[in-house]
């Protein structure tokens, strides 16, 4: 991961670390940390896989629609297709936290999320 994309995962878990409000509704909390994150220059999105699969030259393929309608379909590194697969086997959404769009090379975290947001 080169640099400064190594500073802006410790920018944004230190954020989360430091800065989330407890006890709001599911909603409310995900609203609070995108407003977080977007202070930390970084993107937020949370959607559907709609595919996940690989290769035969070995790449990670995945197609994530965010809400609102927008469709990014990229190769993802093995960390972050292990979160999309999963996510879409138990049909959840995820939550994607990026460097500009949600591509992978821009990807910085990936979540499943435990409830329909």
């Known amino acids: 991961m080169p640099k400064r994309d190594t500073e ?3 920018g944004v878990e230190k954020t989360l670390a430091d800065r989330m409000t407890f006890g709001l509704s599911d909603e409310q909390h995900l609203q ?3 407003g977080l994150l977007a202070a930390d ?3 937020s999105f949370i959607g559907k896989v709609a595919f996940a699969g690989q290769t035969s030259s070995g790449a990670f393929q995945v197609q994530f629609n965010a809400d609102g309608g927008s469709g990014f379909s990229s190769a993802w590194p ?3 297709f292990d979160q ?3 996510a879409l086997l138990s049909d959840k ?3 994607v936290i990026a460097n500009g769009s949600p591509f992978g090379t ?3 975290t990936v979540l499943i999320l435990s409830t329909a947001v």
């Open 41 to 43: 220059a970084v993107s």
């Open 106 to 108: 821009n990807l910085l």
């Open 93 to 95: 959404k995820l939550w």
């Open 32 to 34: 609070q940390i995108a």
């Open 78 to 80: 093995e960390w972050a």
């Open 8 to 10: 802006l995962v410790q």
């Open 84 to 86: 999309a697969k999963s």
